[in-house]
């Protein structure tokens, strides 16, 4: 049982990382106003790029480099379509993620079973040994891959840079009323390729995590819609870094079930309960009907969003969606 | 000075209007053959391939017949709400629930071949048309962005699939898929051909979707809240009934679409059974927005493409995901060509 436990966390901690990332960079992007459905292509473009780099070199952290620099290049299109050349911001991410999908494909055939120099799950520098030491919570939480610690260490960093820094408030000024923000000398075409091309950076480091940590190894369409579960998250943690850390955990939560439960036949660990609620818990707990949640939950929170958005802000970016041009 | 200077256009000149599709399709392929010139292949050798060689044989043609079938439906599905200023990207969760339904329906009742047909249409239609009223409702009610929750909808249908083929659809074979469906549930070919039912079904919902937009009052009225959605209102139309409304049909057509391509093409439920039509039909859709029947056209377009494709990845070492990134460039060139005819660009050769 602790066994089952200790791994189901571990998995948790390491599902977590990639939505964490990709949602972080969304909400960047997102506060910006600026939403970028094509992340499921970036995250593709990162994830691929980062395993080939890192198997010409023998390096993960090349690949890491690469993944978020092809990342930030690739949402580039992104951003000049829909900030540039005001393109509608749904068909340009849908476009976006269409291309990522197609040239990971074609591009990544020969790398298909592959194996590559990949990042390792270690204790993380200075206090680690101590920690890692501690039972069960030491091999859940902190035996993981650099990109693992690096997604938590970004929640607070995230928000720092948003509330703390003056590119931050900028970002989210041209987010909420980029007339006003014009009107205050911001340059809003300026910030919100900003907030567009760290997005991309972001979703790139979550396909490398994807590629060089979780499976450490690339396969056709590996981000498999945690590209849209990232966007579902934003919406779903309202659009805050802080809260996206608790909703990926829940999602992330969600995926390690699948992921477990396929290994482990979860509802026989509850023998001896009644065949009733056994059969219940067997299949809310399913692995082909768990993914499913985090999508429902994101339509009902999306709903209650809508429904109270007139009495009470709830974060929602006001000019998200919307394009910027300067009336003469 | 600026290099490049962009001033708004009052009106498109007549000939950037009506050329904008086609240049827009030539501007893909011209980039696609870049993509393809840096992987070292000659685009021409492989373009002749995928739209010159399906027309040199009957069953090439057959293939683009059948290819555009499903990608024409689901086409309609998304550019009906689009007239009314609706964005239904979650064809594909409308097709999987048609599908689902009609297989359900398909292997389970024991009636002669015709009303089974019928049952599995009607069940594939009414199951997409509660995929589509959710998004539709909510859209109306609460004014919840319906991109969004298609969007979601879709990945839930997807979902749901997995769910049926590895749980209460799964056929005897362990495998994750359906049982085969019995020649009864499955869709009558013409003669010797392999053309089937689907294709006389969609060219009667093309007819229909024409009717509905040029000469129908709810088509114009679909068309005025697209418009302008305030002065719809303004002038007495219940623009919620027909956000509603646009919105459950364009799931009906998506599930009959699901239905038809697993009645006559895969003959049972299985994962991938739409490679993304929902979202090719949003290109298609895009291509089309002056009527029906540009989106036919578009349609056609995009069948020869995978027609095509498929006959280039079997003959030459390009991957049949070249289909991804032209359908790609195509929607990135429909962008841009937006934006010229929306402002005028002027190139300043003495900056540069």
């Known amino acids: 049982m602790s066994s089952f436990v200790v791994g189901l966390l571990s998995v948790t901690i390491a599902s977590t990382a990639p939505l964490l990332l990709a949602a972080l960079g969304e909400v960047i992007s997102q506060r910006g106003g600026v939403i970028n459905l094509g992340i499921e292509g970036v995250m593709l473009i990162g994830a691929l790029s980062g395993f080939a780099v890192a198997g ?25 379509l829909c900030v540039s050349l005001n393109a509608d911001q749904v068909i340009s991410g849908v476009m976006l993620s269409i291309l990522g999908v197609g040239m990971t494909t074609y591009l990544g055939t020969s790398w298909v079973g592959k194996s590559v120099t990949t990042f390792e ?137 699948v992921i477990r439960s396929q290994s482990v036949d979860f509802p026989g660990l509850l023998f001896g ?17 768990m993914p499913m949640y985090p999508y429902i939950v994101t339509i009902v929170v999306l709903t209650v969003i809508s429904i109270y958005a007139d009495r009470d802000d709830l974060g929602a970016p006001a000019a998200l969606l919307e394009s910027y041009t300067r009336s003469e | 000075m600026n290099p490049i200077e962009i001033t ?60 555009t079938v499903p990608l024409l439906i ?23 629930l048609g599908a689902i339904a009609a297989t359900w329906i398909g292997l389970s009742w024991d009636v002669p071949g015709p009303v089974l047909i019928l049952s599995m249409m009607s069940a594939g239609m009414f199951a997409g048309a509660m995929w589509g009223l959710i998004p539709g409702y909510l859209r109306a009610k609460w004014g919840v962005n319906e991109i969004i929750v298609t969007l979601l909808m879709t990945l839930i249908g997807i979902q ?14 362990g495998y994750p898929a359906s049982d085969t469906l019995s020649a009864e549930a499955t869709l009558q070919t013409f003669g010797a051909t392999r053309l089937h039912l689907g294709v006389v079904i969609a060219l009667l919902l093309l007819a229909g979707m024409y009717v509905l937009i ?54 049972r439920l299985q994962a991938g059974l739409s490679p993304d039509y929902g979202f090719t039909a949003v290109a298609i859709a895009l291509l ?45 060139f429909i962008l841009t060509t937006s934006f010229v005819k929306a402002n005028k660009v002027v190139i300043n050769k003495e900056v540069l």
């Not at chain 1, 520098?125 to 690096?150: D, K, Q, W």
């Not at chain 1, 567009?196 to 450490?216: K, P, R, W, Y």
């Not at chain 1, 009644?274 to 692995?287: D, R, S």
Request: contains cysteine; charged residues 10%.
């Open chain 1, 121 to 257: 799950a270690s204790a993380p520098p200075l206090v680690g040994g101590l920690l890692s030491s501690i039972p069960i919570i030491g091999p859940a939480f902190f035996v993981h891959t650099p990109t693992a610690y690096l997604a938590f260490l970004l929640a607070p960093v995230v928000w720092l840079f948003l509330y703390r820094t003056n590119l931050g408030l900028e970002i989210m000024a041209v987010g909420e009323d980029p007339e006003t923000a014009d009107t205050a000398g911001i340059n809003v075409t300026k910030r919100r390729y900003a907030a567009v091309l760290i997005g991309g950076a972001f979703a790139g480091a979550a396909g490398a995590h994807l590629s060089l940590s979780l499976a450490q190894l690339w396969a056709t369409e590996m981000v498999g819609g945690r590209g849209y579960i990232a966007i579902a998250l934003v919406i779903f943690v309202q659009w805050s870094p802080i809260r996206a850390v608790f909703g990926s955990v829940l999602f992330g939560i969600i995926s390690a079930f």
């Open chain 2, 8 to 67: 708004p256009r009052t009106e498109t000149p007549d000939w950037l209007a009506w050329s904008s599709p086609i240049l827009t399709i030539v501007a893909a392929l011209v980039a696609g053959a870049a993509f393809l010139l840096l992987l070292g292949h000659n685009p021409l050798w492989v373009y002749q391939i995928m739209f010159v060689q399906p027309f040199t044989s009957v069953s090439g043609i057959t293939n683009i017949i059948l290819e």
């Open chain 1, 273 to 289: 309960w009644n065949e009733g609620v056994q059969n219940a818990l067997g299949g809310i707990f399913n692995p082909t009907v």
């Open chain 2, 214 to 267: 040029k000469r129908m009052t709810f088509g114009f009225q679909v068309s005025f809240v697209g418009a302008n959605p305030d002065a719809a209102q303004q002038s007495g139309i219940d623009t919620k009934k027909v956000i509603v409304y646009t919105m459950v049909l364009g799931g009906v057509l998506a599930g009959l679409a699901g239905m038809i391509q697993l009645a006559a093409d895969a003959g």
């Open chain 1, 56 to 80: 010409i070199t023998g390096s993960p952290w090349l690949g890491l480099l690469t993944a978020v620099i092809c990342g930030t290049l690739f949402s580039a299109i992104h951003a000049f």
């Open chain 2, 74 to 96: 689901i086409s309609l599905a998304v550019y009906f709400p689009l007239k009314a200023g609706l964005w239904n990207i979650g064809g594909d969760g409308q097709f999987y």
């Open chain 2, 288 to 332: 089309g927005m002056k009527g029906p029947l540009r989106v036919f056209l578009a349609s056609l377009f995009f069948g020869l493409l995978t027609a095509g494709a498929v006959s280039v990845a079997s003959t030459t070492p390009v991957d049949v995901s070249i289909i991804n990134i032209i359908q790609a460039l195509v929607i990135l």
């Open chain 2, 160 to 173: 749901l699939n997995q769910y049926m083929i590895q749980g209460p659809l799964q056929g005897t074979g």
